[in-house]
């Protein structure tokens, strides 16, 4: 009797993670890119790892990151700090003691709030596999590039939980077959953010390239 309450159990758990996932690849791709399209802030702690493809070396870091309107957004890992402020873009390296200043519009590409949506707006969602993802209801979901001449990566592989809609995995597969991962921890939406994290000051006795 314990068994089959036990495979009932899992059973109905099974079943729970598939009725709240999207039913189709590209639905849930919409919910996600609206989720993040919506959100007020964001801030998260992250780890990135990335591997060679040919010699199979890993190199990982880790940091924060926090996202507000109109391109302010902060980013700290223990080599380096970069703060947008909305009209420039500083980029601290700690190890260097080097700050290099450009206006924000200049590396508009690389925004972290344009990187997070990337994956929505030049690729298209191919499969959708329902799973546990970080203990709860979730999915993968299996991305190729829209413009396959024009992309420089071959795959993105998300892994998102349903309540609340939040990516928690990427892994960019880039056209040398070298892969970064990331993983989000702490996510939070349209949560108060301190303003003052958003400003820059070059530190005292550092070296600057303002390139403005």
Do not use: C
Request: net charge neutral; hydrophobic share 40%.
């Amino acid at each position: 009797m314990k068994r089959v309450l036990t495979l009932g159990g899992l059973l109905l758990s099974v079943l729970a993670v598939y009725a709240a996932v999207p039913k189709s690849a590209a639905t849930a791709l919409k919910e996600i890119r609206k989720r993040y399209r919506e959100a007020v802030t964001f801030q998260a702690t992250f780890k990135e790892s990335f591997q060679w493809q040919l010699t199979g070396e890993t190199v990982d870091r880790q940091g924060t990151i926090v996202l507000s309107g109109d391109n302010r957004f902060r980013i700290e890992t223990p080599e380096q700090v970069i703060v947008a402020d909305g009209q420039n873009l500083y980029r601290y390296n700690l190890l260097r003691k080097q700050v290099m200043i450009e206006p924000v519009s200049k590396a508009e590409g690389l925004l972290p709030n344009k990187m997070l949506l990337k994956f929505a707006e030049e690729f298209d969602a191919v499969s959708l596999a329902p799973l546990l993802v970080e203990g709860g209801e979730g999915y993968r979901l299996d991305l190729q590039p829209q413009d396959k001449e024009k992309a420089l990566l071959s795959e993105v592989t998300l892994w998102a939980t349903t309540t609340p809609i939040a990516v928690r995995r990427i892994k960019l597969i880039d056209l040398n077959g070298n892969s970064t991962t990331y993983f989000l921890r702490d996510i939070r939406f349209d949560q108060p953010v301190d303003t003052t994290m958003l400003h820059f000051s070059p530190p005292q006795g550092v070296e600057i390239f303002d390139l403005r």
